[in-house]
């Protein structure tokens, strides 16, 4: 099962951080995905960034409470 959701969350992260690479590349990557260590490594390389670029955080796992993000 892991597999399939490494595989699944891959296609889809090297779709985004492509994309965030050519129109922001300027940005800073913060990976919230699961499993977080191969993603976040998967962003990085696939990026080019610095490894100060591409950050990796699995405290907000879900989007439950990120930081500056307020609801009504």
């Known amino acids: 099962m892991r597999d399939d959701l490494l595989n699944t969350n891959y296609k ?3 779709d ?3 994309k965030a690479v050519q129109y ?3 940005c800073i990557l913060i990976i919230v995905s699961n499993p977080l260590d191969a993603m976040a ?3 990085y390389k696939q990026s080019g960034f610095s490894r100060n670029r591409v950050i990796g955080d699995g405290r907000h796992s ?3 409470a990120l930081p ?3 609801r009504a």
């Open 62 to 64: 879900g989007f439950r």
């Open 68 to 70: 500056g993000v307020h």
């Open 16 to 18: 985004v951080v492509g």
């Open 12 to 14: 889809i992260m090297s």
């Open 41 to 43: 490594q998967a962003a």
């Open 24 to 26: 922001s590349p300027d």
